[in-house]
Every structure is written in structure tokens, then in C-alpha cells.
């Protein structure tokens, strides 16, 4: 039985991973970055899993000392730590760089960029003590260099956790760490919806587009959590939305009719 922590995972595609996980046998850690949001994620996991290869630890990843705690608890809970996934993030509103404060932009650079490193840095130290691990971070919009008006700092920490991790495959090489990334696609999340807060005349005409694109959490995270455990190789880039299926969506979109915001 593989153990996986995943950061970020009280909701959203940091959750479908880890129900996806649990279905596959896993243990699994969930983390929230409140005790509150944690505690509701483990409680709606708890009727199909229950406790024997589940737990809930909050962690802020703006502390890495919060991430160390993470780690030793999970250690502590089940021996070691297989797949360690970064996948803590948060977006801004959609909006020109100049308009939103330096507040909002600390704290997406500090959760969804510097919230990666640090967990890398720490879990990387660890996994060489104990002679075996699996990183992966989630990379998104902006990692492949293309640009969104309104997302650029978002996309910006997108940008530079891709460099990081090819970075990180590098310096691990010939050590027995695992590194990749995730690449889900435009998933249909919260987080998605809440950049057009106070602005519903452009959540809608953009929604049209985001119902082509996108998919679901529950369509995307069993994919992903199949491709993680059966992954031996590093440098690998586990991409969900591929072009030739961006190509088909696109052929077919004419024909079917996809909702995914009721």
C-alpha cells in the first residue's frame, strides 16, 4: 500500500485525487490550509474509506515548517511517505495586474509558487534519508508559456514552478527521487468560477468557452491518479488534455452540448 500526501486537498482536484487515490488502495493524507477544511474533506471521505488509510493534518504551505510537521505526521501515521504531491494553489481574480492589490499578489506567488518550492525542498531531504519518494507538482495555466489577460500573476507562478521542476528532475538525477508534474487541463472548480467574482455578464460568455475545455474533477483525478502510480520514470509530465484531444473536443463541439456549472 502506497502512502501519498497531497497538499491543497480539501477541495477541488487536490480532493478528487485523493478520493481517486483511496479507490486505487492508497493511504492517503489530506491537507487543507485550515483544520476546518480539512476536517470537512476527511469527514466526507469517511463513509466510503474510513480511518485506517485516511488522515486529516492542516498545513499552511507559506510556513515550511508547517510542511515538516506534515511530513512527520504522516510518517508517524503510516512509516513513510511514497508520492508526495504539490498541489496547494490559489488564483486571483481575473483582472489587469495594475487592479489588484499587493496583498492578493503576495499571497498567490507565496501559496502557489513558493508553497511548491518549499515543499520540494523539505520532502526531497527527506525522501534521500529514506531511500525512496515520488514529487510531483501541479502545473496549470501559464505553464507552457501561454498567456491569459487578467491571469498574468497566476500564470506567471504557473510559469515558474514549470522551470522549477525541470530544474528539480536535473539536480535529482541519479538519486532515487521520482520528480514530475501534473497537468490537468481546465478543470471545472471553484476556483475557476471565483475569478469572476462581481462580474456575472463575463462569467457568462466565457462559461461557453470553459464548457468546451474544461471537464470535470471526477472525469479528470482517476485518470491522473492511475498515470501517478504507475509512473517509474522522472522528468515525466502527466497531461491530461492533450492537443489531438483538444482537436476532437473542438471537431465535436457542434454536435454535443456540454455543461459542467449547473
Partial sequence: MKTVVITGSSRGIGFGLA??????GCAVVVSGSSQESTDEAVR??????GHE???????????????QSLWK???????????????AGISHITNEIWKLSTEEVERVVQIT?????????????????????????MEGLGSDGRRIKGLTIYGMTKY??????????EETR?????????????????????GYQDRPEEWERDKRIFNIIADRVETVTPWLAKRILENKKSGVKISWMTKRK????????????RELFD
Fill in 19 to 24: 478520493e481517486s487515490l483511496l479507490d486505487l
Fill in 44 to 49: 466526507k471521505l469517511l463513509g466510503r474509506f
Fill in 53 to 67: 488509510r485516511l488522515l486529516g493534518r492542516a498545513c499552511d504551505v507559506r510556513h515550511p515548517q508547517e510542511i
Fill in 73 to 87: 505526521e504522516a510518517v508517524a501515521r503510516f512509516g513513510s511517505v511514497d508520492i508526495w504531491i504539490n498541489n
Fill in 113 to 137: 509558487l513558493l508553497g511548491a518550492v518549499y515543499g520540494s525542498m523539505i520532502v526531497v531531504r527527506e525522501m534521500l534519508d529514506q531511500g525512496f519518494g515520488c514529487i510531483y507538482n
Fill in 160 to 169: 515558474g514552478l514549470h522551470y522549477f521542476t525541470e530544474s528539480l528532475v
Fill in 174 to 194: 541519479g538519486t532515487s527521487i521520482i520528480v514530475g508534474s501534473l497537468r490537468p487541463g481546465m478543470v471545472a472548480t471553484d476556483m475557476l468560477k471565483d
Fill in 246 to 257: 483538444m482537436f476532437l473536443r473542438m471537431m465535436s463541439m457542434p454536435f454535443r452540448k
